[in-house]
């Protein structure tokens, strides 16, 4: 009953440092997402993987990329990290055509000094 | 572009007693589905209560109701008999069921609900 695994759950990063965020669903959900939780904003869109081999960007995709690894895997990549990208980071996947539900993985609190 | 918005930031309730937030949206969609989510201090997302926009009927699921008004653009969440767990950030959010990016959910910023013994 694992769901939707991220990790790492925390992270500090220097500006300017990469890292990449690993997500990993055993649902065998088509769909993947990205979304970024800010304070006052909601969660917001970065990118989302509608099927294994396809990726399109959201509604905050700047500064980052992603890779849909196989079905099950879904990474973001922080190239150069900036303080603007200290954030709550959460990976999600919904199942065939993306109608159901989204199943949410319980987040990455990212920091950048 | 659809948008969701909720107009209260924070909410706060008395024990055993009944909230209503509030949740309106922007479309031109007419089939799509709206979810109101719970975040607790723990941080993990879970699902409340799920509307198919072509059904009606509203929604319920035990203490969770929601008030859904189509042609006013309105998704509102009761609880009843508000319990201590209830306490945490409650969004909402909206997902086109047809067409390119179905899958995204458009969320609200969220009303933080205190819920007082």
């Known amino acids: 009953n694992a769901g939707v695994t991220q990790t790492p759950k925390f992270q500090v990063l220097k500006t300017g440092q990469s890292m990449t965020l690993q997500c990993a669903q055993d649902?065998?959900?088509?769909?993947m997402y990205w979304y970024r939780q800010d304070p006052g904003m909601g969660l917001r869109l970065i990118y989302y993987?509608?099927?294994?081999?396809?990726?399109d960007k959201g509604e905050v995709p700047n500064g980052y990329n992603v890779s849909r690894l196989n079905k099950r895997e879904f990474s973001l990549r922080l190239e150069s990290a900036a303080p603007s990208q200290t954030s709550v980071y959460f990976c999600a996947s919904s199942g065939v055509g993306g109608y159901e539900k989204l199943f949410f993985g319980s987040g990455t609190q990212l920091s950048v000094l | 572009a659809q948008t969701v918005t909720q107009s209260q930031p924070e909410m706060s309730v008395q024990e055993a007693e009944t909230v209503t937030l509030s949740c309106t949206y922007d479309?031109?969609?007419?089939?799509?589905?709206l979810f109101w989510y719970k975040q607790p201090p723990s941080r993990q997302m879970i699902l409340v209560i799920r509307q198919e926009a072509y059904k009606q009927q509203n929604a319920t699921e035990n203490r969770f109701s929601v008030n859904f008004q189509k042609a006013a653009k309105s998704f509102s969440l009761k609880i009843s008999d508000s319990q201590l767990g209830d306490a945490a950030m409650y969004f909402c959010?909206?997902?086109?069921?047809?067409?390119?990016?179905?899958?995204?959910?458009?969320f609200g910023k969220g009303t933080k609900l205190s819920v007082k013994p």
């Open positions: 649902m065998n959900h088509n769909s």
């Open positions: 479309t031109s969609e007419s089939d799509y589905y």
């Open positions: 959010a909206y997902r086109r069921r047809y067409g390119g990016s179905q899958g995204n959910l458009i």
């Open positions: 993987s509608a099927s294994e081999g396809t990726t």
